[in-house]
Protein backbone atom coordinates (compact mmCIF):
# COMPACT_ATOMS: atom_id res chain seq x y z
CA UNK A 1 0.00 0.00 0.00
CA UNK A 2 1.83 3.34 -0.85
CA UNK A 3 1.14 6.59 1.14
CA UNK A 4 -1.17 8.88 -0.23
CA UNK A 5 -1.35 12.42 -0.18
CA UNK A 6 -4.57 13.09 1.99
CA UNK A 7 -6.53 16.19 3.10
CA UNK A 8 -10.29 16.15 4.62
CA UNK A 9 -13.14 18.86 4.45
CA UNK A 10 -15.48 19.22 7.22
CA UNK A 11 -17.93 22.14 8.54
CA UNK A 12 -14.66 24.19 9.63
CA UNK A 13 -13.03 23.99 6.19
CA UNK A 14 -10.09 21.98 4.40
CA UNK A 15 -7.65 20.24 7.16
CA UNK A 16 -4.23 19.88 6.16
CA UNK A 17 -3.07 18.47 9.43
CA UNK A 18 -4.75 15.21 8.49
CA UNK A 19 -2.56 13.65 6.26
CA UNK A 20 -0.58 10.28 7.05
CA UNK A 21 2.28 11.04 3.98
CA UNK A 22 2.94 13.92 1.14
CA UNK A 23 3.51 13.50 -2.02
CA UNK A 24 4.90 16.82 -3.67
CA UNK A 25 2.46 19.16 -5.47
CA UNK A 26 2.30 18.30 -9.33
CA UNK A 27 3.35 14.33 -8.57
CA UNK A 28 0.16 13.33 -9.03
CA UNK A 29 -3.43 14.47 -9.98
CA UNK A 30 -6.06 14.60 -7.17
CA UNK A 31 -9.27 14.16 -6.74
CA UNK A 32 -12.10 14.21 -4.03
CA UNK A 33 -13.91 11.67 -2.66
CA UNK A 34 -16.33 11.13 0.59
CA UNK A 35 -15.57 8.55 3.48
CA UNK A 36 -19.18 7.79 5.35
CA UNK A 37 -18.76 5.95 8.81
CA UNK A 38 -22.16 4.96 10.35
CA UNK A 39 -22.49 3.95 13.75
CA UNK A 40 -19.87 2.86 16.14
CA UNK A 41 -17.28 4.25 13.01
CA UNK A 42 -18.17 7.26 13.73
CA UNK A 43 -15.76 7.83 16.76
CA UNK A 44 -13.13 7.23 13.60
CA UNK A 45 -13.99 10.35 11.85
CA UNK A 46 -11.68 13.46 12.83
CA UNK A 47 -12.46 15.51 15.62
CA UNK A 48 -15.16 18.61 15.15
CA UNK A 49 -16.84 16.74 12.28
CA UNK A 50 -20.14 17.52 11.24
CA UNK A 51 -22.04 14.59 10.80
CA UNK A 52 -20.86 11.19 9.13
CA UNK A 53 -19.47 12.02 6.54
CA UNK A 54 -15.85 13.57 5.30
CA UNK A 55 -14.24 14.54 2.17
CA UNK A 56 -10.89 14.04 0.95
CA UNK A 57 -8.10 15.05 -1.48
CA UNK A 58 -6.47 11.93 -2.39
CA UNK A 59 -4.11 10.92 -5.73
CA UNK A 60 -5.53 9.07 -8.72
CA UNK A 61 -5.39 5.70 -8.28
CA UNK A 62 -5.96 5.82 -4.57
CA UNK A 63 -7.62 2.13 -3.52
CA UNK A 64 -10.67 2.49 -0.92
CA UNK A 65 -7.85 0.34 1.49
CA UNK A 66 -5.95 3.48 0.96
CA UNK A 67 -9.06 5.98 1.57
CA UNK A 68 -10.02 4.33 5.01
CA UNK A 69 -6.26 4.07 6.32
CA UNK A 70 -6.65 7.39 7.98
CA UNK A 71 -9.46 6.40 10.02
CA UNK A 72 -8.26 3.15 11.40
CA UNK A 73 -11.06 1.01 9.82
CA UNK A 74 -10.71 -2.77 10.43
CA UNK A 75 -10.10 -4.08 6.92
CA UNK A 76 -11.35 -7.39 7.57
CA UNK A 77 -14.35 -9.24 8.42
CA UNK A 78 -15.52 -7.02 11.32
CA UNK A 79 -16.17 -4.50 8.65
CA UNK A 80 -18.77 -3.63 6.09
CA UNK A 81 -17.09 -1.79 3.51
CA UNK A 82 -18.84 -0.55 0.29
CA UNK A 83 -17.94 2.02 -2.71
CA UNK A 84 -21.05 3.53 -3.70
CA UNK A 85 -23.01 1.62 -2.52
CA UNK A 86 -21.82 -1.85 -3.72
CA UNK A 87 -19.41 -4.43 -2.24
CA UNK A 88 -15.79 -4.26 -4.33
CA UNK A 89 -12.27 -5.43 -3.43
CA UNK A 90 -10.39 -2.98 -1.13
CA UNK A 91 -7.87 -2.28 -3.91
CA UNK A 92 -10.32 -1.38 -6.44
CA UNK A 93 -9.19 2.68 -7.23
CA UNK A 94 -11.70 5.15 -6.33
CA UNK A 95 -12.62 8.04 -8.35
CA UNK A 96 -13.42 11.15 -8.39
CA UNK A 97 -16.73 11.59 -6.56
CA UNK A 98 -16.64 8.23 -4.95
CA UNK A 99 -17.99 7.49 -1.63
CA UNK A 100 -17.31 4.71 0.12
CA UNK A 101 -18.96 3.83 3.51
CA UNK A 102 -18.07 1.82 6.79
CA UNK A 103 -19.97 0.25 9.19
CA UNK A 104 -19.36 -2.40 11.79
CA UNK A 105 -20.48 -5.67 10.53
CA UNK A 106 -22.24 -6.42 13.62
CA UNK A 107 -24.14 -2.96 14.88
CA UNK A 108 -26.43 -3.08 17.89
CA UNK A 109 -30.13 -1.10 16.93
Not at 26 to 54: C, Q
Amino acid sequence: MSTNWYSYTNSQGPNRGYNPGCLASGEREFMKVYVKLIATYRGHLPPNTSGDTVALEVASNTSVAEVLAPFNIPLDDRSVIVLNGLSVDLDKPVSDGDTVTAFSAIAGG
